[in-house]
């Protein structure tokens, strides 16, 4: 049944579970629409057949008798609130299952997805990238993290029935679960200029044994060069295994990160990155926030929305300073740091605190700003 | 015509009043006219070039579908086309046409008025709509705008084309349709003849008043977004623009919170069509005047705080996306009230099938289909497949061509003999609104089976297993231009050589048929009474 309905409606195949969850309510909405409408026309049209005018010479006055047709208000009411009832069901159902399609479990495989005009670039913890190909491992859920280096892009995979936007300067995420291997393809659903159309990539999804290997054999991520964001050349392609973690320390060491943050849990002039991923932060506001990729994105972009109680607002935005794979570096470094244990002889980077081993910030240097300063 | 003891105002009894068509027939006399009713057929002339326009670009963006990659121009030409389209049929057809062209021609004389409150900036309105096109088709030809109808922020706001002055256009364009609104209100509540309470106004009345209230509201934030792009894109500002701290999210709360109520502004004045249609053609009074009074206002108010179902996928939050959800599945219901008290409306009448009546059937039908699939994509879940795929561009033609084209087609066949006092060819009128309909429903309904398939809006190449599907779609949209040509065709045979409409043809109650046909320089010869209700069909009728 749910095959023949998902094929009489065009439906590309379900690649999850969710996607066939989603289908059934699909196939509800859909379904009923079409009911709707036609017993709605047909009605209207039968109404106009046994009810047609027979003399049309002497139409007027006689026909009609009553001031006003008289309408059944219960019916319309039990019309109109049962018609409520579908509608609201819909919406519990639906954003029941939105809320699950948005929340990804916590064990997933996070990869950074950077989107730019016309290409999709995918980032892998081991520091391993691939361009318009994402390989995935079968049964496993699949995080993404997305942004973008210039417009609004989409990452639309119809097989998986999920699309998010990526937006410049911010960080969104979606999540999978591919039940078996094979090939989907993954197109950009918002309107991003010339090659819009053509800015496609394929998710493969891979038994886990092959993905492992396959995951080897990738370049590792290239981070690019100026290009009107203004980061300048950084850490090159390295064949040493780097993983994206280890380019996030090359990136917060060069834009002078760690002369504020510490990796190891002592605190600083900013709070520590060591366990701040996923912890809930208190704000100078009184409220707080978990510290997922799109707050930390936003603390990089506009440290000022945002800020941690006890510390001063001093940082200044880094929009422009960071391009979109130096932040996604970042975010995997602060990522990597949750599970950060006090144990210092064994983590080979960043005493505490201490600037003097931090590289110097290349020019030009991103300069601590108090509040009220407004010079550039 | 029937006899009464009312005296029916004729040319006849007085051979010295000409109708507004013959009161001055100079170029002058038409340019600088404060009639409420050549302003509606400047308006009709203007609006219909730019229906011809937008259905041009149409035609080559679904020429260049039938095939996956280029048919008969590159990927910049097919951007620049579509956002030519959706400007044009939006700003130019589509949120003007209804109200200044109909509501322009009949509200006054719904109401018992002379003219509108203010008739200079009726004209005005109607230059400041032209001097808006001419920019914004300017700006757009040479310009090469491709951002599309939506001006999307950054990608707007970098775009080398003339984003600006394509804003400036619609902006201009904007201010046309506040002047329009602002110039209903005030008439609506200060030039009611005597004894014409509100409850006592035909509902096209309250449609096209819910309308001017979104018209004056809402379209100043359009108007001011459009002018921030504007800023951003010449000099850098950096409000919606993320490397100079700017947030592209907010131009899409900003745009979308002007754009969805547009869909309210197109909507509501086919609503108001449909109602008259339908009253006069069953032969009856509405099945309940107030649910369909009302439920124009409900709209007009919930209409404003559904603007979130946009953005379900741009990252807002769970919350906003649950209270967008579900208040979207309300302003549905407002609708549905309309739907079932139009039907109950037929039931038990006596019904005279007509043109206008064979439109409504096929409103119903796509309204219905189009508001429901509505609902379907404010649903969250299933949004996330559908969003910017066909199956919104399908949803939204079925709302904005299914429902606001075919109710304007309605109109234009209702009230054709009251505007030029001639009849149009029946026979040909129940041809081309089957033809319109069956070109109409297979130009769109593949394209919701090209969304349920995946298939992204705005693609100029496309994967070739969504061919065929496209090959259907264009096919049916040359079936509905030809059932548009056809329609202009014997319309403008009619115009000539139709029957002599008399006053009232279709034997209605509402007030405009009070009056002759076309109606004299001001209206009524003597002021009507309005002692009636504008759907008392249980009375004889006066003229």
New interface residues.
């Given amino acids: 049944m749910n095959e023949l309905l998902r094929r009489l409606?065009?439906?590309?195949p379900q690649g999850t579970s969710l996607a066939r969850e989603?289908d059934y309510?699909?196939y509800s909405?859909?379904l009923?629409?079409?009911a709707?409408?036609?017993v709605?026309?047909a009605?209207?049209?039968w109404?106009?057949v046994r009810?047609?005018?027979?003399s049309?010479t002497t139409?007027?006055?006689s026909?009609?008798?009553?001031?006003?047709?008289r309408?059944s208000?219960g019916f319309?009411l039990a019309?109109?609130l049962g018609?409520?009832a579908l509608?609201?069901g819909?919406?519990v159902?639906?954003?029941?299952?939105?809320?699950k399609?948005?929340t990804p479990p916590l064990d997933a495989l996070t990869i950074q997805v950077v989107a730019k005009q016309w290409m999709w670039t995918f980032a892998y913890p081991s520091g391993a990238a691939s361009n318009a190909v994402l390989y995935v491992p079968a049964s496993r859920a699949v995080k993404l993290v997305l942004t973008s280096r210039?417009?609004?892009h989409?990452f639309?995979v119809?097989?998986f029935?999920?699309?998010?936007?990526a937006?410049?300067?911010?960080s969104?995420s979606i999540w999978f679960e591919a039940e078996q291997p094979g090939t989907y393809?993954v197109?950009?659903?918002?309107?991003?200029?010339?090659?819009?159309?053509?800015m496609r990539a394929q998710v493969v999804v891979l038994p886990s044994e092959d993905f492992a290997r396959r995951l080897e054999r990738l370049p590792p991520l290239d981070i690019p060069a100026a290009d009107g964001?203004g980061s300048g050349p950084l850490v090159r392609s390295r064949s040493d295994g780097t993983s994206l973690a280890r380019l996030g320390e090359g990136v917060a060491a060069r834009h002078g990160c760690l002369r504020c943050h510490t990796l190891d849990g002592t605190p600083h002039v900013g709070p520590t990155w060591a366990r701040l991923y996923q912890s809930d932060v208190a704000l100078e506001d009184g409220t707080s926030v978990r510290a997922d990729e799109?707050y930390l994105t936003e603390s990089m972009?506009?440290p000022r929305v945002k800020v941690r109680r006890g510390f001063a607002a001093v940082m200044p935005?880094y929009?422009?300073v960071l391009d979109a794979a130096e932040v996604g570096a970042l975010v995997e470094l602060i990522r990597s740091l949750r599970d950060f244990r006090e144990a210092p002889s064994t983590t080979p980077l960043a005493p505490a605190g201490a600037p003097s081993v931090i590289p110097l910030p290349r020019s030009p240097l991103p300069q601590l700003r108090s509040p009220g300063d407004s010079s550039p | 015509m029937?006899t009464s003891s009312v005296q029916p105002p004729s040319h006849a009894a007085n051979p010295a009043i000409r109708d507004y068509l013959h009161e001055g027939t100079s170029i002058r006399s038409w340019l600088l006219t404060r009639d409420h009713k050549r302003i509606s057929l400047m308006f009709l002339v203007a609006t219909s070039l730019s229906l011809l326009l937008g259905g041009i670009f149409a035609l080559l963006v679904r020429v260049e579908l039938l095939t996956p990659e280029r048919t008969i121009m590159d990927?910049?030409t097919y951007?620049r086309l579509f956002t030519l389209h959706g400007i044009v049929m939006v700003f130019m057809f589509m949120i003007p046409a209804i109200p200044t062209v109909f509501g322009n021609f009949l509200l006054p004389i719904m109401i018992g008025a002379k003219d509108v409150a203010f008739p200079r900036l009726n004209l005005a309105s109607f230059y400041v709509y032209a001097l808006g096109a001419a920019i914004t088709l300017t700006a757009m030809i040479a310009g090469g705008a491709?951002?599309?109808w939506t001006f999307?922020t950054?990608?707007s706001t970098?775009?080398p084309s003339a984003v600006a002055p394509v804003g400036l256009g619609v902006f201009v364009l904007g201010l046309s349709s506040i002047m329009t609104g602002l110039n209903f209100i005030v008439t609506t509540h200060t030039l009611r003849a005597r004894n014409l309470t509100w409850h006592k106004l035909p509902l096209f009345v309250w449609s096209i008043y819910a309308t001017s209230i979104i018209q004056v509201l809402a379209t100043p934030v359009l108007g001011m977004s459009l002018l921030l792009v504007a800023v951003d894109h010449a000099w850098g500002l950096g409000i919606f623009d993320?490397?100079?701290?700017g947030d592209?999210?907010l131009f899409q709360h900003l745009f979308w919170f002007y754009s969805h109520p547009a869909v309210y502004i197109m909507v509501l004045p086919a609503m108001a069509v449909i109602s008259e249609v339908v009253c006069t053609f069953?032969?009856?009074?509405?099945?309940?005047?107030r649910?369909i009074a009302y439920s124009s206002l409900g709209i007009a108010f919930v209409g404003f705080l559904t603007w979130g179902h946009h953005m379900?996928?741009?990252?807002m939050s769970?919350l906003d996306?649950?209270i967008f959800?579900?208040l979207s599945?309300?302003v549905?219901?407002f609708s549905?009230?309309k739907?079932?008290?139009?039907?109950?409306?037929?039931?038990?009448?006596?019904?005279?099938?007509t043109t206008p009546?064979i439109y409504?059937?096929a409103f119903?039908?796509?309204f219905?289909?189009g508001g429901?699939?509505g609902?379907?994509v404010?649903?969250?879940?299933?949004d996330?497949?559908w969003?910017?795929?066909y199956f919104v561009v399908a949803h939204f033609h079925f709302i904005m061509v299914g429902g606001t084209l075919t109710a304007y087609l309605a109109a234009l066949h209702y009230w054709f003999p009251k505007m030029f006092g001639r009849m149009y060819s029946e026979r040909w009128g129940t041809v081309a609104s089957i033809t319109v309909f069956t070109g109409f429903f297979f130009t769109f309904m593949p394209q919701f089976?090209?969304g349920?398939?995946?298939m992204?809006?705005?693609?100029?190449?496309?994967?070739p297993e969504y061919q065929w599907?496209n090959v259907l779609s264009t096919a049916g949209a040359s079936v509905l231009a030809a059932g548009m040509l056809l329609t202009v065709g014997y319309l403008a045979v009619a115009l000539f050589r139709g029957e002599r409409a008399g006053a009232n043809p279709w034997?209605s109650r509402s007030y405009e048929w009070l009056t002759t046909s076309p109606p004299p320089q001001h209206n009524f010869e003597e002021q009507p009474s309005m002692d009636r209700g504008p759907?008392?069909?249980?009375?004889?009728?006066l003229v």
């Fill in positions: 409606l065009f439906l590309p989603v309510l699909h909405v859909v009923s629409t079409m709707g409408s036609a709605v026309a009605t209207a049209m109404f106009a009810y047609r005018r027979r049309p139409a007027g006055e026909e009609v008798a009553e001031a006003a047709p309408l208000y319309e019309a109109i018609l409520l509608f609201v819909w919406w159902v639906g954003f029941r299952q939105f809320v399609l948005e210039d417009v609004i989409s639309y119809p097989a029935r999920i699309k998010q936007d937006v410049p300067g911010q969104t393809p197109y950009c659903a918002e309107y991003c200029g010339t090659d819009h159309s053509t964001f799109s972009m506009d935005t929009q422009g | 029937t990927a910049v951007n491709d951002m599309g999307y950054p990608y970098t775009s993320p490397r100079l701290g592209p999210l069953a032969h009856r009074a509405p099945a309940s005047y649910a379900f996928v741009s990252g769970l996306t649950g959800g579900v599945m309300f549905a219901i549905a009230i739907v079932v008290t139009w039907v109950a409306t037929l039931r038990r009448g006596s019904i005279r099938l009546l409504f059937f119903l039908f796509l219905v289909f429901m699939t609902v379907a404010a649903t969250s879940s299933l996330l497949h969003h910017d795929t089976l090209l349920n398939a995946g992204p809006r705005r693609y100029y190449s496309y994967p599907l034997d759907y008392d069909f249980h009375l004889p009728r």
